[in-house]
């Protein structure tokens, strides 16, 4: 596992700003801000006084989830239900659908697919936030998915693909990081390239 611990000085009184770490702030704190506050709140703050919304994620947003908020932290925002991507699920079509996906090709497809264009979709309305940059080719998929499109309430790429484990240290939650990167067998099977790549993109998250 791939750890970072912030310096000191960011949480030092202004040191941390560009963090955007406030005065007395951890960085677990505003990453919790940002998924209540920034994602869901802004999300279910559009949607009628009496309605709920479902939240939806893949295996890698379940972990940074699952390590910024608990499920009363959740139902205090209106989510009734959390559920993964990647699994069979029920059609909801009068709620809207908050997705916090990485934006992997698997990913995005499953977010296509819930909104056929010859079929009922899934869901009302898609809020849609990614973990981190969308990559061209899957943008370009998305913006050919008129159905989509039309239900689109938001897109935005959040930038949180890391894992927080206290007020000053994250992860990038890559277990296997040592192996893949320092084995004989790395380099020549390709697993050195791609977890540095993973290991990159989520320290710029």
């Not at 940002?34 to 309605?51: C, F, K």
């Not at 935005?156 to 004989?184: W, Y």
Request: hydrophobic residues 40%; aromatic residues 6%; charged residues 25%.
């Amino acid at each position: 596992v791939v750890l970072c611990r912030l310096l000191a000085r960011a949480m030092a009184p202004g040191g941390g700003s560009e963090w955007g770490l406030g005065r007395g702030q951890g960085l677990k704190q505003v990453v919790r801000e940002r998924v209540l506050g920034e994602m869901i709140g802004a999300s279910v703050g559009a949607l009628g006084e009496d309605e709920w919304a479902l939240l939806l994620v893949d295996d890698t947003t379940t972990k940074v989830l699952s390590a910024t908020c608990t499920v009363s932290d959740l139902v205090e925002k209106r989510v009734s239900l959390v559920e993964n991507i990647s699994k069979k699920r029920q059609s909801l079509p009068n709620m809207t659908a908050i997705y916090f996906i990485s934006p992997e090709e698997e990913s995005v497809k499953r977010l296509i697919n819930d909104f056929p264009a010859k079929e009922q979709p899934m869901y009302k309305k898609a809020c849609v936030f990614f973990s981190s940059q969308l990559p061209k080719a899957e943008l370009e998929r998305v913006k050919r998915a008129s159905t989509l499109i039309e239900r689109l309430a938001a897109l935005k790429e959040i930038n949180l693909e890391f894992l927080v484990l206290d007020s000053r240290t994250f992860s990038t939650g890559t277990p296997q990081a040592l192996h893949n990167i320092f084995s004989e067998s790395a380099k020549p099977s390709g697993t050195y390239d791609s977890e540095i790549s993973c290991i990159v993109k989520r320290l710029a998250s």
